[in-house]
C-alpha cells in the first residue's frame, strides 16, 4: 500500500510543510484583500447609511443588494474589475509557490532559502509542465464533453424517465475524473522533474508522467481521492458552521477566524499532496536515478541523495515489479 | 368532518357505479354550467397519439343570438414553426426549448350540429384566425338567447414533445389543451377566441365533464374531476372522470408513476410522483395541507372533493408548474435541496390557481394579472405563513435567506416599467415583461394594498373580491369596484394608476442638515427683571454690562430633512426621524410633490428612514431611503467576508490546480 505511505508522508513527515502552507495561505488572504479593497470601500460607502441593509447581516435583505445592481451597475463592474488580474497573479503566484513546494519535498529541507531556489529553478519548466498537461487535457475535456453532448441530445427521447438522472450523475463524475487525471498528471509530472532534477527534459518528463499516471492509475487515484475526500469533508463542515453569520463583531470574528482556519487547512492538504506525489514517484524510481536537488545543497539541508549520472536509456524507469 | 366527508364521497362513488352513471357532486350547480363536454379518448402509447370523440353541449346565457361557433384548437400551436405561438415564442417559453421534429396538432376530423331529434348537420370548418389554433363553424340557424347547441366532434390529437405545458416525455403523457374547445361567448361582442399566442394561457366556460380515458392497463392515470369507473378489456383499461363546475379538463399518464393519497380537510390529495423523485412526496402533501388551511380561512373552503398533484419527469420540466380545474403539476428533483422552498412554492402557487382561475375565471389572455398577480400575492401570504416572511423562498442556504416578497420584488425591479399590468397578455414587449409585470408587480401592489389597509381589512376586502366574482369572469373594474365597496373607501386613485400606469417610484432622503444654533446672548426681556446672558467664554463683552448669567438654553441645532419622491408614481410614505436625544417621531407625506420638508429644531437629527416599515415594496431603491449619522461598518464588513469567502476560495482552487 505505497499510496498510503505516500500520503502518510505527505502529510505527516518531514520538513518544511509549515513554509509552503504558510505561504500558500498567506498568498491567497493577500491576494483577496487587495482584490476585494475596491469592493470593500465601495460597500462601506452604499450600506453604512442605510439602514435597510442591515438585513443582510442575517443572511437576508437579498432585494436590497439586488437594489445596488439595478441602481449601482458601475459599483459591481468597478469593485469586480480586480478579479480578472487577481486570477492572472494567482497563476503566477501558483506556480512559484508550487514550485517551491514540490522542491522542498524532494530535498526534505524546510529552510526559507531553499524554498525560493527550488521556486526560483523550477518555476519555467513547471510553466511548460503546465501547458503541456492543459493541452492534453482540454483536448481529452472536449473528446468526453463531446461524447456526453451526445448522450443528452440521446436521452431526450427516452422512454426511461430516470436515464437523464442516471446521466447527470455520470456527467458529474466524469468531469471529475478528467479534472482529477489533470491534475495528477500534472503533480507528478512536477514530481519527477524535482526528483529527476529536470535531467529529462521537459517533454520527457510530461510523456513518462502521463504514462506512470495511467500506469499506477488505481493507486494513484485512490491517492488523490482520498485527499479530495478530506477537502470536501472539510468544505462541506465549513459551509455548515460558517452560517451563523456576522450579526455582531465577535460573531463576524468568530466566522473569519473560521474561515481562515479553513483556508489554512486547504493550504496545509494542497502542499500534503504535492509531497505524497514526490513520495509515491520517489518509490518507483531507481534509487541510483534519483537525481540530486536542483540546487547545490546549502548547510541547513539535509543530505541529498548522491547525484548519479543519469544515463542516456531512461534512466527514470520505474522499478520493475514494483 | 374529515371522516364524514371522505365516507360521504366513497358511498356516492360506489352509488355511481352501481347505477352506471356518473355521480352527482354538488346537488346544486355552482356555476353556470353552460358549456359540458362529454368526451371519449384513447391514447396511442407508442405515437403518443389521441383519437377522441366529444360531444358539446353549450347553452347561450347572454341576450344575444349566435349565429356562429368558436373553438380552440391549442395543439395547432405546435404543428409548425410557423404558428403564432411559434413565431412569437421563438421556440422558447419559460427556460424550455422546442424540439422541432416532435411536432404536434389537433385536427378536427368531423364536427356536426345535432339537432333536437338527433338529426346531424354537419359544419364546414372555417379558420379565421392567423393559425389553425382557432376553428370557426357557422350554424344553420342561431342560437337564440337560452337556447341549446350540440356539437358532436371527432378528432386526433399528436402531442409534440413536452415543451409549452402539454406533450409526452419518454412514457409521460401529459393531455392540457388537447380537445376542441369552445371560445367564450360574449353577446354582442362575439366569441372570445384568441389564438395561442406564446404569452398567453386560457379562458373558458363553466360546465360539466365527463371524461373517458382508453390506455395500456400499465398505465396510471390522474386527471381532472372524480374517478368513477374503471373497466379493463385486454391490454387496455377505461378511466371514467366527472368533474362539475369546472372550465377545463386535463390528465396525465404515465406507467411508473408513485401514486400517493392523502386525506385533509374532507379532500382527497392524490400525488403522481416521478420514482426518483419519492422523497419530495412528502413536501407535495404538505404544500397543499397549507393551501387548503389558509385558503379556507382566508378565502372560501375548497369545494371540490379531490385535487391531483402531478410531477413530470426532469426531461419533461415544460410540463411542469401549470394548473388546471383540480389538477396541477409541479416540479421536484433530486438537485432540489430542502432549503430552497421552489417545490413547495410551486404547489402552492398551482394549487392557489384553484381559486385565481378556477373558480374566479378570469380572461387569462387579456387580463392575466387577475389570476396569476392575485395567486402570486397569496403565495407570498401562504410561504409567509408557513415559512416566515425572511425565509419563505429560500430558508438558510449557506446562511442566505430568500423570502417571498424579496423574491418578488427582485424580479420586479428587474424591469419595472415597460408595460402596464392590465394589458393583453401578447403586446407585452417580451416574455420577461409579461412575467414581471403580470406575476411580481400585481403581488407587490396588492401587497401595497395590503399595507394600506391593513391585514384585517384586506382579508375581508379579497374575500369579499372572491365571493361576489366566483364562477364567473370578472374584468378590473369589477376588482376596483368590489375592493373599493368592501374597503368603505374609493381605491381607484390609488389602484388606477399601478394597475393602468408604468409609473414607478422611489423614495430617497435628498438632504439632512444640522445647523448648530449658538446659544443666545442680550438681554433676556420675558422675566419679571431684564437678565443679561452671556457667551460662557472667558472673554466676554457682555461682561461689560454687568453681571452674566449663564444661558439657559442646552446646545440645539436648527435641521433641516428633505424627502424626495422620484418616478410618476404618487404614494403615501411615513418617515421616522430620530434625534440626538433618543427620541423619534413619525411623519407622514401623502407623496405629492416631487419633494418635502421638514424642519426642527433642539436635538440633533441622527437618522431619517423614510418607509421604515418597508411598507412600499414597489419602491425601485431602497438603500436611498434612510441617512444615518454615523454608519457601524457592520454591514460592509460582513460583506466584504462573504466576497472573501469567493475570491480566496477562487485563489485556493487555482493554487490546487497548478
Ligand atoms: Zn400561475
Wanted: aromatic share 12%; glycine share 8%.
Amino acid at each position: 500500500m505505497e499510496w498510503v505511505r505516500a500520503i502518510g508522508n505527505g502529510l505527516f513527515r518531514g520538513r518544511g510543510k509549515a513554509l509552503g502552507t504558510l505561504l500558500i495561505w498567506g498568498s491567497g488572504f493577500l491576494l483577496a484583500t487587495i482584490a476585494l479593497n475596491p469592493m470593500r470601500r465601495g460597500f462601506h460607502s452604499l450600506f453604512d447609511k442605510a439602514p435597510a441593509s442591515r438585513a443582510l447581516l442575517g443572511g437576508g435583505g437579498l432585494d436590497t443588494l439586488f437594489d445596488t445592481g439595478m441602481h449601482q451597475p458601475a459599483f459591481w463592474s468597478a469593485a469586480t474589475a480586480m478579479l480578472p488580474y487577481m486570477i492572472l497573479l494567482a497563476v503566477v503566484v501558483g506556480l512559484v509557490l508550487m514550485s517551491g513546494v514540490y522542491a522542498q519535498a524532494a530535498e526534505g529541507s524546510g529552510s526559507w532559502r531553499a524554498f525560493w531556489r527550488g521556486a526560483a529553478a523550477n518555476v519555467l519548466p513547471f510553466t511548460a509542465l503546465l501547458l503541456l498537461n492543459l493541452l492534453l487535457w482540454a483536448v481529452v475535456g472536449l473528446g468526453v464533453g463531446i461524447l456526453f453532448a451526445a448522450a443528452w441530445h440521446g436521452v431526450r427521447d427516452t422512454m426511461d424517465p430516470a436515464r437523464p438522472w442516471h446521466l447527470f450523475w455520470i456527467t458529474l463524475w466524469s468531469a471529475l475524473i478528467v479534472v482529477n487525471l489533470f491534475r495528477n498528471s500534472l503533480g507528478f509530472s512536477q514530481a519527477r522533474w524535482v526528483l529527476t532534477g529536470g535531467a529529462e527534459g521537459v517533454a520527457r518528463c510530461f510523456l513518462r508522467s502521463v504514462a506512470f499516471t495511467f500506469r499506477r492509475f488505481v493507486p494513484v487515484n485512490l491517492m488523490t481521492w482520498t485527499l479530495n475526500l478530506v477537502r470536501a469533508g472539510a468544505m462541506i463542515l465549513a459551509v455548515f458552521t460558517l452560517s451563523p453569520g456576522y450579526g455582531t463583531t465577535g460573531r463576524w470574528l468568530a466566522t473569519a477566524a473560521l474561515l481562515q482556519g479553513g483556508f489554512l487547512f486547504a493550504a496545509y492538504l494542497r502542499v500534503g499532496e504535492a509531497r505524497a506525489q514526490v513520495s509515491y514517484a520517489r518509490a518507483f524510481l531507481e534509487p541510483a536515478t534519483v537525481a540530486a536537488a536542483p540546487m547545490p545543497t546549502g548547510k541547513d539541508e539535509e543530505p541529498s541523495v548522491a547525484a548519479a549520472p543519469v544515463s542516456e536509456s531512461g534512466g527514470m524507469e520505474e522499478v520493475p515489479g514494483a | 368532518m374529515k371522516r364524514t366527508c371522505l365516507a360521504f364521497l366513497s358511498t356516492l362513488l360506489a352509488a355511481a357505479v352501481a347505477a352506471q352513471s356518473p355521480p352527482v357532486l354538488f346537488s346544486t350547480p355552482m356555476s353556470p354550467r353552460d358549456a359540458n363536454y362529454a368526451i371519449q379518448v384513447t391514447l396511442d402509447a407508442a405515437k403518443h397519439g389521441l383519437r377522441g370523440e366529444e360531444r358539446i353541449r353549450w347553452r347561450n346565457i347572454t341576450d344575444t343570438p349566435a349565429t356562429d361557433a368558436w373553438f380552440h384548437l391549442y395543439l395547432n400551436a405546435f404543428a409548425n414553426d410557423h404558428t403564432v405561438f411559434m413565431t412569437e415564442s421563438g421556440g422558447q417559453l419559460r427556460g424550455d426549448a422546442f424540439d422541432k421534429g416532435h411536432w404536434g396538432f389537433c385536427e378536427v376530423r368531423s364536427i356536426a350540429l345535432v339537432g333536437a331529434d338527433g338529426t346531424r348537420t354537419p359544419l364546414v370548418q372555417l379558420f379565421p384566425r392567423e393559425d389553425h389554433t382557432v376553428m370557426r363553424v357557422v350554424l344553420p340557424a342561431p342560437v337564440p338567447p337560452g337556447g341549446d347547441a350540440v356539437f358532436e366532434v371527432t378528432f386526433e390529437d399528436q402531442l409534440p414533445r413536452v415543451f409549452a405545458r402539454s406533450g409526452y416525455a419518454g412514457t409521460f403523457n401529459m393531455a392540457g389543451q388537447w380537445f376542441p374547445k369552445l371560445g367564450v361567448f360574449q353577446g354582442a361582442k362575439g366569441w372570445n377566441c384568441h389564438e395561442y399566442h406564446a404569452n398567453t394561457e386560457f379562458f373558458s366556460d363553466f360546465g360539466v365533464y365527463d371524461v373517458s380515458i382508453t390506455v395500456p392497463v400499465q398505465y396510471v392515470v390522474g386527471a381532472t374531476g372524480v374517478l368513477w369507473k374503471e373497466v379493463r378489456h385486454g391490454a387496455e383499461k377505461t378511466l371514467s372522470f366527472h368533474a362539475e363546475d369546472v372550465h377545463d379538463f386535463a390528465w396525465a399518464a404515465q406507467p411508473d408513476f408513485v401514486d400517493r393519497s392523502e386525506s385533509y380537510m374532507g379532500v382527497q390529495i392524490r400525488v403522481l410522483m416521478q420514482p426518483g423523485n419519492r422523497a419530495s412526496i412528502p413536501r407535495y402533501f404538505a404544500a397543499v395541507k397549507q393551501d387548503l388551511k389558509d385558503y379556507a380561512e382566508w378565502i372560501w373552503k375548497y369545494p371540490y372533493p379531490e385535487i391531483t398533484v402531478v410531477d413530470p419527469p426532469m426531461n419533461g420540466m415544460g410540463a411542469g408548474g401549470m394548473e388546471y380545474p383540480t389538477f396541477i403539476t409541479a416540479g421536484a428533483s433530486p438537485f432540489m435541496g430542502k432549503r430552497i422552498l421552489i417545490p413547495e412554492v410551486t404547489v402552492v402557487h398551482e394549487f392557489g390557481h384553484q381559486y385565481w382561475y378556477g373558480m374566479e375565471a378570469d380572461n387569462e389572455f387579456e387580463r392575466a394579472w387577475l389570476d396569476e398577480g392575485i395567486n402570486s400575492y397569496y403565495e407570498a401570504r401562504i410561504m409567509d405563513a408557513w415559512y416566515g416572511p425572511e425565509r419563505s423562498f429560500v430558508d438558510d442556504l449557506w446562511g442566505w435567506n430568500l423570502g417571498e416578497e424579496a423574491q418578488e420584488r427582485m424580479a420586479y425591479l428587474s424591469l419595472p416599467d415597460m408595460d402596464p399590468i392590465v394589458l393583453d397578455a401578447w403586446k407585452y414587449v417580451s416574455q420577461h415583461s409579461y412575467d414581471v409585470i403580470t406575476y411580481d408587480k400585481s403581488a407587490l401592489v396588492l401587497k401595497t394594498l395590503e399595507n394600506m389597509l391593513g391585514r384585517k381589512k384586506m382579508d375581508e376586502v379579497m374575500r369579499a373580491f372572491f365571493m361576489q366574482v366566483k364562477f364567473t369572469h370578472p374584468d378590473t373594474r369589477d376588482f376596483i369596484r368590489i375592493v373599493s365597496q368592501a374597503a368603505g373607501q374609493d381605491l381607484a386613485p390609488v389602484l388606477e394608476p399601478m394597475l393602468y400606469g408604468t409609473g414607478t417610484v422611489d423614495f430617497r432622503v435628498a438632504q439632512v442638515r444640522n445647523v448648530p444654533r449658538s446659544s443666545p446672548q442680550g438681554y433676556d426681556l420675558t422675566g419679571a427683571a431684564p437678565v443679561l446672558y452671556g457667551t460662557g467664554k472667558k472673554k466676554d463683552k457682555n461682561q461689560e454690562h454687568g453681571r452674566v448669567a449663564k444661558s439657559p438654553f442646552k446646545e440645539s441645532y436648527d435641521s433641516t430633512v428633505v424627502l424626495e419622491r422620484r418616478g410618476s408614481l404618487v404614494l403615501p410614505v411615513d418617515v421616522a426621524i430620530s434625534f440626538s436625544d433618543g427620541t423619534t417621531r413619525t411623519e407622514h407625506w401623502n407623496g405629492e410633490g416631487r419633494y418635502t420638508a421638514w424642519t426642527f429644531s433642539g436635538p440633533k437629527v441622527v437618522r431619517v428612514v423614510a418607509d421604515p416599515k418597508d411598507l412600499v415594496p414597489l419602491d425601485l431603491n431602497r438603500l436611498d431611503n434612510a441617512w444615518v449619522d454615523e454608519g457601524d461598518g457592520a454591514v460592509a464588513r460582513s460583506m466584504t467576508t462573504r466576497f472573501r469567502v469567493l475570491y480566496q476560495s477562487l485563489v485556493a482552487i487555482l493554487f490546487n490546480v497548478l
